[in-house]
T-cell receptor, first 109, second 115 residues
Framework: QKEVEQNSGPLSVPEGAIASLNCTYS??????FFWYRQYSGKSPELIMS????GDKEDGRFTAQLNKASQYVSLLIRDSQPSDSATYLC?????????FGTGTRLQVFP | DTAVSQTPKYLVTQMGNDKSIKCEQN?????MYWYKQDSKKFLKIMFS???????INETVPNRFSPKSPDKAHLNLHINSLELGDSAVYFC??????????????FGPGTRLTVT
């Protein structure tokens, strides 16, 4: 059974700090990785996709991928209270996505 | 200008009833999905359709029957509802590309409560 693991949190960071969210996956051949944000009572919203080793930046968000270590992370710079949500890591498995259970992020003023 | 829409948003019904959820996407995507998110917030694929053809059926009870009349619509019919079917059901869509899975965009969800 292919797995995607995330620390459930909550991860509490002060406003303005960098939030670091981590994800490990079991399938060595996975090629596509995604981060989704889900506010309470809302649907998952795609934040970032990453397909190659290294860093990918988009505004305050940076996704980092290390396929050798089977590890993908999401950094949120200058964290804001509005970033408080659950962040879901998703890994492609042939023709579907496997989601982690999510990390709850709390950004306090 | 909603990209992926679902109806209804809330559905409360009794055990044993039959209900349907509808999904429509206006993104021009080729692939549509149904996901179930349980009370512990775990999101799991149920079905996917590509251009009206069933691609994924993830060991879902056969009380659940998806139907795709065209590539912009994917419906989910549930027979003989059980308490354990209570969850949030999300529809999603993605552009079909060769070589892998690409970004999926989710609808607002349908919260199903079975009493």
């Amino acid at each position: 059974q292919k797995e995607v693991e995330q620390n459930s949190g909550p991860l509490s960071v002060p406003e303005g700090a960098i939030a670091s969210l981590n994800c490990t996956y079991s399938d060595r051949v996975s090629q596509s990785f995604f981060w989704y944000r889900q506010y309470s009572g809302k649907s998952p919203e795609l934040i970032m996709s990453i397909y190659s080793n290294g860093d990918k930046e988009d505004g305050r968000f940076t996704a980092q991928l290390n396929k050798a270590s089977q590890y993908v992370s999401l950094l949120i710079r200058d964290s804001q209270p509005s970033d408080s949500a659950t962040y879901l890591c998703a890994v492609a498995d042939t023709d579907k996505l496997i989601f982690g259970t999510g990390t709850r992020l709390q950004v306090f003023p | 200008d909603t990209a992926v829409s679902q109806t209804p948003k809330y559905l409360v019904t009794q055990m044993g009833n039959d209900k349907s959820i509808k999904c429509e996407q206006n993104l021009g995507h080729d692939t549509m999905y149904w996901y179930k998110q349980d009370s512990k917030k775990f999101l799991k694929i149920m079905f996917s359709y590509n251009n009206k053809e069933l691609i994924i059926n993830e060991t879902v009870p056969n009380r659940f029957s998806p139907k795709s009349p065209d590539k912009a619509h994917l419906n989910l019919h549930i027979n003989s509802l059980e308490l354990g079917d209570s969850a949030v059901y999300f529809c999603a869509s993605s552009q079909d590309e060769t070589g892998g899975i690409y970004e999926q965009y989710f609808g607002p969800g349908t919260r199903l409560t079975v009493t």
